[in-house]
């Protein structure tokens, strides 16, 4: 058996059903800024770009290196370097395309130094172990702190300041939790030729990581 409704039941259900439907309009309603989607087209865009010419010069990977060996690997941290900064952008929704060219000449850089501390290695040590310690002791604060030099240039114009070697230890103590696994692996199971594409790969899998860490 039902309660006869009194009248202030019956305006409290009129209430709730007009704030309910006021939710669904805002929510009906509801758009992105149109500065915030003109950033994520630019950003798509982007992503599929540096995908695209990334995957094309990794399957084109050989062919590249018959014309010049260092050619190659130049190419491809260029943008695979592109790549990674564009994914971090994504993760924050924010587009900065100097960023994104400052990387590229990272790569650039990454791609053919890189190489030639892998040759280096393996004409010098024959020892596995030997090849790992030394790139993980000499190699990987070596090129970690080119890095935050010229990052340090890029953003603060500065190089030797505290807060650049607060952010070299900061990211070396990081980058020591995983590139001495992907050293071991590479130098144990890749061929020679492919380690730095596969490097490519290892350093978009870790700037996913940071992305997420940050």
């Not at 009194?6 to 929510?27: F, M, P």
């Not at 990794?58 to 943008?79: D, H, R, S, W």
């Not at 300041?161 to 230890?169: C, I, L, V």
Request: with cysteine.
């Amino acid at each position: 058996m039902s309660l006869p409704l009194t009248r202030e039941s019956i305006e409290l259900n009129d209430l709730e059903k007009s704030s309910a439907s006021t939710a669904y309009k805002v929510n009906d309603n509801y758009h992105l800024h149109p500065s915030s989607k003109h950033i994520l087209k630019r950003l798509y865009f982007a992503l599929i770009i540096e995908a695209t010419i990334s995957l094309s010069i990794y399957y084109q990977y050989q062919k590249i290196a018959e014309i010049n060996p260092m050619l190659a690997p130049t190419l491809l941290g260029c943008f695979s370097g592109a790549l990674a900064q564009s994914i971090n952008q994504f993760s924050r929704k924010k587009f900065k395309f100097s960023k994104i060219i400052e990387f590229m000449i990272w790569g650039s850089i990454n791609g053919y130094f890189t190489v030639s501390w892998i040759n280096l290695l393996m004409q010098r040590f024959e020892n596995i172990v030997y090849r790992i310690l030394v790139d993980q002791a000499v190699g990987a604060p070596t090129f970690q702190l080119i890095f935050n030099i010229l990052n340090a240039l890029w953003d603060h114009g500065e190089v030797f300041t505290k807060t650049t070697r607060n952010a070299y230890f900061k990211s070396l103590k990081y980058s020591y939790c995983y590139w001495p696994f992907f050293s071991i692996f590479s130098f144990m199971f890749i061929p020679q030729g492919m380690m730095f594409p596969c490097n490519c790969l290892a350093n978009l899998i870790w700037n996913l990581i940071l992305s997420r860490l940050t």
